[in-house]
């Protein structure tokens, strides 16, 4: 069983910066397609950024697509979300996930497509 832990949220101004990490218990991060994905009270939870296990090829939302990045340390068990230029509209709860599966990019945005998640970090965009 594969366990996710990701690093505290926190409050943060709009148009300011704040990185999340997700460390997996077992294997390194390149081991698992990695993703993120977030959720706001009464909405389904939504895609954010994925990296793939293979090629560590990224794939982002478009609503995120030029803010956020995300990596990971290659050899090693986490996997890191970047997040710029924040607005108030990515205040949500973000979750880690992670799959043994390769999917294709077009594939990486789907949530049923993942195995693990982790228990999820609150990330407040507000002044």
């Known amino acids: 069983q594969v366990q996710l832990v990701e690093s505290a949220g926190g409050l943060v101004q709009p148009g300011g910066s704040l990185r999340l990490s997700c460390a997996a218990s077992?294997?390194?991060?390149?081991?698992?397609?990695m993703g993120w994905f977030r959720q706001t009270p009464g909405k389904e939870r939504d895609f954010v950024a994925a990296?793939?296990?293979?090629?560590?090829?990224?794939y982002y939302a478009g609503s995120v697509r030029g803010r956020f990045t995300i990596s990971r340390d290659k050899g090693k068990n986490t996997v890191y979300l970047q997040m710029n230029n924040l607005k108030s509209e990515d205040t949500a709860v973000y979750y880690c996930?992670?799959?043994?599966?390769?999917?294709?990019?077009?594939?990486?945005?789907?949530?049923?497509?993942?195995?693990?998640w982790g228990q999820g970090t609150q990330v407040t965009v507000s002044s």
């Open positions: 996930a992670a799959t043994t599966k390769n999917w294709n990019l077009g594939s990486l945005s789907r949530d049923d497509l993942y195995d693990y």
């Open positions: 990296i793939r296990r293979d090629d560590g090829h990224p």
């Open positions: 077992t294997r390194a991060s390149s081991a698992y397609t």
